[in-house]
T-cell receptor
C-alpha cells in the first residue's frame, strides 16, 4: 500500500542550529501539506503546495521556516535557526487534487523534533 | 470564526464497552467532516469522511453521524479494544478552497 514517507523520524538539535525534514508523498498526489503538532494539540497547517506552487503559507513563520517542492513531487521543510518552541511533531500529508471531491488526506508518520 | 470543538477532552473506558465522542462545529460554508484516529507518536489515519448529504457512515466498529442542521457530529465506537486507545480528531473542511479546520481531539484510553 502506498504511503507518505518522511525522514528523519526523530531529530534532536540545539537551538540556533539548522534542521531539515523531507517528505515524499504518495505517487500522483498533487497536493502536499506540512503540519506542526505540539503535544496535546491538533495539527496546525504550516504550508500547502499544489504541485510545485505554494497555495497557503499564511501560518508559516517565514523569518525562520522555509519550504520547497521544486519538482512538484517531494518536499523539504527547513528551520533556521531552531528555537526551543519549535519542539513538535512535523507531519506531512498528501492527497489527490479533486475539484469537488472529498479528497482523503494521507499522513506520514511524522518527524519528531526536540530542540535543546 | 470557523471553529471545531470536541468533547470530552479525555475519556477512559473498559475494554469491550461502547463510547461516543462528540464534535460541534461553526464552519461556513461546510464542505465535509472527517474523523481521524491518531496513535501516540504517529500520524493521523482517516476513519470516515462525510459530506453534507450523509447522515451516517461506518468503518468497522466505528460509526460516525452527522447532523448538518445542528452542526454536530459523533463518533461511536462499538466493543472497544485496547488498540482503540488513541486521540480522535474531528476535522471540518470549509469553503471552496477546502480549508481544514481541526479540533483538538478526544484522548481515549481503553483499559483491560
Amino acid at each position: 500500500e502506498a504511503e507518505v514517507a518522511q525522514s528523519p523520524r526523530y531529530k534532536i538539535t540545539e537551538k540556533s542550529q539548522a534542521v531539515a525534514f523531507w517528505c515524499d508523498p504518495i505517487s500522483g498526489h498533487a497536493t502536499l501539506y506540512w503540519y506542526r503538532q505540539i503535544l496535546g494539540q491538533g495539527p496546525e497547517l504550516l504550508v500547502q503546495f499544489q504541485d510545485e506552487s505554494v497555495v497557503d503559507d499564511s501560518q508559516l513563520p517565514k523569518d525562520r521556516f522555509s519550504a520547497e517542492r521544486l519538482k512538484g513531487v517531494d518536499s523539504t521543510l527547513k528551520i533556521q535557526p531552531a528555537e526551543l518552541g519549535d519542539s513538535a511533531m512535523y507531519l506531512c500529508a498528501s492527497r489527490k487534487t479533486a475539484a469537488r471531491g472529498t479528497g482523503e488526506l494521507f499522513f506520514g508518520e511524522g518527524s519528531r523534533l526536540t530542540v535543546l | 470564526k470557523n471553529q471545531v470543538e470536541q468533547s470530552p477532552q479525555s475519556l477512559i473506558i473498559l475494554e469491550g464497552k461502547n463510547c461516543t465522542l462528540q464534535c460541534n462545529y461553526t464552519v461556513s460554508p461546510f464542505s465535509n467532516l472527517r474523523w481521524y484516529k491518531q496513535d501516540t507518536g504517529r500520524g493521523p489515519v482517516s476513519l470516515t469522511i462525510m459530506t453534507f448529504s450523509e447522515n451516517t457512515k461506518s468503518n468497522g466498529r466505528y460509526t460516525a453521524t452527522l447532523d448538518a442542521d445542528t452542526k454536530q457530529s459523533s463518533l461511536h465506537i462499538t466493543a472497544s479494544q485496547l488498540s482503540d486507545s488513541a486521540s480522535y480528531i474531528c476535522v471540518v473542511s470549509a469553503g471552496n478552497n477546502r480549508k481544514l479546520i481541526w479540533g483538538l481531539g478526544t484522548s481515549l484510553a481503553v483499559n483491560p
